[in-house]
């Protein structure tokens, strides 16, 4: 079975930092696309950051290049967010999603992956 379970969510103010675990389990995770997106209340969920299978590969929003940086440990099945430099508009529940299909760069868009995780509330209060 299928599970991926995403922690270290919280309130933190402006200018804080967090870091995002995402536990996966059920699939075979080193051959897996991984993405983070987030889903602020009332909006639509949103593409943050993704990293290719082997971690050679990482792409951010443009709204977080330069203060989030996504990793992933293959012998751990975990991907991980860290987010720097938090902004108000960062706020939101964060998920993490994964493919095992070559979506070249169609990383995006949500509906490009498989398996989606339950979500971890973030937010940053200004």
């Known amino acids: 079975q299928v599970h991926l379970q995403e922690s270290g969510g919280g309130s933190v103010q402006a200018g804080g930092s967090l870091s995002l675990s995402c536990a996966t389990s059920?699939?075979?995770?080193?051959?897996?696309?991984m993405g983070w997106f987030r889903q602020a209340p009332g909006k639509e969920r949103v593409f943050v950051a993704a990293i290719s299978s082997t971690g050679t590969a990482t792409y951010f929003a443009d709204s977080v290049k330069g203060r989030f940086t996504v990793s992933r440990d293959n012998a751990k099945n975990t991907v991980y967010l860290q987010m720097n430099s938090l902004k108000f508009e960062d706020t939101g529940v964060y998920y993490c999603?994964?493919?095992?299909?070559?979506?070249?760069?169609?990383?995006?868009?949500?509906?490009?992956?498989?398996?989606w995780g339950q979500g971890t509330q973030v937010t940053v209060s200004s």
């Open positions: 999603a994964a493919t095992g299909q070559k979506i070249g760069n169609h990383y995006r868009n949500t509906y490009e992956y498989e398996y």
């Open positions: 059920g699939f075979t995770f080193s051959r897996y696309f």
